[in-house]
């Protein structure tokens, strides 16, 4: 549906009013030891509305029509009233500027890979491990794709269509262990915002990836457990990033201050070292497009950088209309749903630590006895700020050298403490794009960073 076609429907509609048609298609390949276990297509779309009259109703229907359109509208607003007249609240309390007018962001119009195509490129990936590898325990190729194709209309103006596309692929490997145990490693996943024919083509280009990951799970199968306790780590960007989103991000996004993150008693007081500085970026960043560029939020605003940390001082949280409403902030374009049938949360787009000046040789030959830690994998992180995640891949560091490699650990601490030490900041930047974030519905999200240098809490012996 057009944005025209959403923006008629609500003419009739008093209140403030939001209206939204989508279709999300997810893509999986997966291939175990040589054997497709997973082959799949999934399309889901529809549309669904929100009204404020001093409450927010809200309804959807799995059908994008004008009739459906109107349906949905009807209920929500029923709803709305139902709701305000329960509390007594009469009016919407929220942000009703920023409206997004005239952004487009369609599907770009190219040649479509078949689904035989994307199989061959997992089986040619497959091919090579097996036949350069054959002592491997297990090899794990996957493909994963989705496309969120959007279409909002907000009674006051707005009016959006966007089309966001991701897909990677990742190879995990598993190899016994020097005491008979399995030991694993994934591949840094490849690619990131786009399609597959934007990113894949000829399979040899991933070649180099997946023989640097074997050379690691090598190493790693001779690692030693690291000393446990606080010690001082130089954290890889794909590190970095995941810590930027999970122990920073989510307690400064404003739904959750309000119920009570402790970023709420922190607004403008210094909550890092002055090199730390983290912005949620909107689309584009250091002048190139962000992994996941959001150009308009679901609640119509037009998306911008929400500055988070600015040289050690917490200067902003994320909002969504309502939020920014009653913190007197501007919304950026944070309100985003997963599905059609979800409705807007306060979410993350491209969170990122900002480079710094030093390079990345310098802040490993600057520690005596530390370690430097990567791959991330499972991890947690609450409203307090406190972490803990996992790390897949870590070397000892030894007068300022790289020294044996770790067996799996982990990293932990409170963010805000944490973050006080970091004493330098490397002058590159990695994004990671292929995950997703689980706040109450799944998001794709983009996060990202240089390596920082640190005191964090390392588990081991």
Same mark, same amino acid.
Request: hydrophobic share 40%.
């Given at each position: ?17 939001e209206v939204r048609a989508q279709t999300n298609t997810s893509t999986a390949i997966q291939m175990l030891n040589g054997n497709l276990t997973v082959n799949t297509v999934n399309t889901t779309g529809g549309v669904?509305?929100r009204v404020n009259a001093g409450m927010w109703g809200f309804a959807s229907a799995p059908e994008q029509t004008a009739e459906s359109v109107k349906t949905v509208l009807d209920a929500a607003r029923r709803n ?73 209309? *907000? ?78 780590? *130089? ?175 982990t990293v932990s601490g409170v963010a805000f403490e944490m973050l006080k030490t970091v004493t330098g900041v490397s002058d590159d930047l990695q994004w990671i794009a292929s995950g997703t974030c689980g706040k109450?519905?799944?998001? *794709? ?6 390596? *920082? ?9």
């Amino acid at each position: 549906m057009t944005p025209k076609e959403l923006t008629a429907a609500l003419g009739g509609i008093a209140d403030y009013a939001e209206v939204r048609a989508q279709t999300n298609t997810s893509t999986a390949i997966q291939m175990l030891n040589g054997n497709l276990t997973v082959n799949t297509v999934n399309t889901t779309g529809g549309v669904s509305a929100r009204v404020n009259a001093g409450m927010w109703g809200f309804a959807s229907a799995p059908e994008q029509t004008a009739e459906s359109v109107k349906t949905v509208l009807d209920a929500a607003r029923r709803n709305a009233l139902f709701l305000s007249g329960k509390t007594g609240r009469k009016g919407p309390e929220l942000h009703t500027g920023f409206h997004a007018k005239g952004i487009s962001v369609p599907r770009k119009e190219k040649p479509h890979a078949s689904a035989a195509d994307k199989l061959g490129f997992i089986r040619a990936l497959d091919s090579y491990i097996q036949k350069k590898y054959p002592a491997l325990v297990s090899r794990h190729v996957v493909l994963s794709g989705i496309t969120m194709e959007k279409t909002v209309a *907000v009674s006051g103006g707005a009016e959006a269509h966007t089309f966001l596309p991701r897909t990677t692929v990742y190879v995990q490997f598993s190899a016994e262990g020097k005491e008979g145990a399995p030991v694993d490693l994934m591949m840094e996943p490849a690619g990131g915002g786009g399609e597959y024919e934007d990113l894949f083509g000829d399979p040899a280009a991933l070649y180099g990836s997946i023989d640097e990951c074997y050379e690691s799970l090598m190493k790693k199968r001779e690692g030693v457990r690291p000393e446990g306790g606080v010690k001082t780590c *130089v954290l890889a960007p794909d590190l970095a990033g995941i810590l930027a989103h999970e122990a920073v991000g989510h307690t400064v996004e404003c739904d959750l201050v309000r119920g009570g993150s402790v970023a709420g008693k922190l607004l403008n007081q210094t909550v890092a070292s002055e090199k730390v500085s983290i912005t949620d970026f909107a689309h584009t960043a250091f002048g190139q497009a962000c992994p996941i560029p959001v150009y308009a939020d679901d609640e119509g605003v037009e998306a911008r950088d929400a500055v988070l940390i600015d040289k050690g001082v917490l200067k902003g949280y994320m909002h969504n209309r309502r939020t920014a409403y009653e913190y007197g902030a501007e919304p950026a374009g944070n309100a985003r749903a997963f599905a059609f049938s979800d409705e807007p949360l306060i979410r993350m787009r491209n969170t990122c630590i900002l480079p710094g000046s030093d390079k990345l040789a310098d802040l490993i030959a600057s520690v005596e006895d530390g370690y430097y830690l990567s791959h991330p994998t499972n991890g947690q992180a609450d409203m307090t700020g406190e972490f803990m995640f996992g790390v897949g891949l870590g070397f000892e560091i030894k007068n300022g050298k790289l020294g044996r490699a770790l067996t799996d650990t982990t990293v932990s601490g409170v963010a805000f403490e944490m973050l006080k030490t970091v004493t330098g900041v490397s002058d590159d930047l990695q994004w990671i794009a292929s995950g997703t974030c689980g706040k109450k519905q799944m998001m *794709v999200v983009g996060m990202g960073g240089p390596a *920082v240098l640190c005191r964090i809490n390392v588990g081991g012996e």
